[in-house]
């Protein structure tokens, strides 16, 4: 807030882009193709991003503006972009459970909204490396360091190989003084066998179906791993999280990154 009463915090820019697209972008790059954006009745503006403008891309392109009309069909060919709404906020087990016709019981990534992850490899397809190793349910994990870790599941580990963890559990936002590990789940995940789970909870925390009991349930009946990827992850509802991410990603871009370097330098001195 302010801004998310008019904008979907997912459309939140870094400078032109909105987050939601970066997240797809990181799902394209590691090799998924077909996507599903389950969103909420009054965020249905984010399909607008996402709809495809033959229009505008003829406009642009006649008008000499190639870049620009590259820029508008990358949005929408990249992938296959469905939407389904979820009419009710009844939690993201039940978001989850409205992918059912559209993966079918196939094993798939799911990412959420609020957390971007920037990485040599994308995380999503460091997950899906480890599904292939190990035929079972992936979460994406990091070490947090600080008290923040009390905003997210953590996971309970049973025995750890590598960057591998064989989960006894998790536990949804836990006390501080009652931590299971310091691995923190960001929001990044390849589910497999997921909805019968789902299916057998009831309402948990805030009276909603939360995934996470569905992924207690799994961890006493099947191999559930916790994955500790690479790379960097931005907590976007967070107002501090994503102007890091912001000043972060700004300065990897080809067009502008080395200038913002120098100003970012010369800032500093003056602080
Ligand atoms: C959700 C999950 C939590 C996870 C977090 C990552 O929490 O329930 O396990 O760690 O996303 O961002 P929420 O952000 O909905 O409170």
Do not use: W
Request: one cysteine or more.
């Amino acid at each position: 807030m302010p801004i998310t009463k008019a904008l979907p915090k997912e459309l939140l820019p870094i400078i032109d882009v909105p987050v939601l697209s970066h997240i797809v972008n990181e799902c394209v790059n590691s090799g998924l193709n077909e996507i599903l954006i389950i969103i909420s009745p009054h965020k249905q503006v984010i399909k607008d991003y996402f709809a495809k403008d033959e229009k505008l891309y003829d406009e642009l392109m006649t008008a000499g503006k190639t870049d620009l009309a590259a820029c508008v069909k990358d949005i929408y060919s990249r992938a296959d972009i469905r939407f389904v709404t979820q009419e009710q906020p009844l939690g993201s087990a039940h978001a989850i459970s409205l992918a059912k016709p559209f993966t079918g019981n196939e094993p798939f990534c799911l990412a959420l909204g609020d957390d971007l992850t920037v990485a040599d490899v994308p995380v999503a397809k460091q997950l899906i490396g480890a599904y292939e190793q190990t035929g079972s349910t992936i979460i994406g994990v990091q070490n947090c360091p600080t008290d923040d870790i009390v905003k997210y599941g953590v996971a309970d580990v049973a025995s750890s190989n590598g960057r591998l963890h064989l989960l006894k559990g998790m536990v949804e936002k836990p006390p501080i003084d009652a931590l299971p590990s310091r691995l923190a789940c960001y929001g990044r995940y390849v589910l497999a066998d997921i909805y019968r789970y789902i299916e057998q909870i009831g309402k948990g925390k805030n009276g909603e179906y939360q995934l996470t009991d569905a992924l207690m349930m799994m961890c006493n009946e099947a191999k559930v791993y916790a994955y500790d990827f690479e790379g960097v992850r931005y907590d976007m509802g967070d107002k501090f999280g994503s102007l890091k991410a912001a000043i972060e990603l700004s300065l990897k871009r080809k067009d502008f990154g080395d200038e913002l370097k120098k100003y970012l330098i010369e800032l500093a001195k003056s602080l």
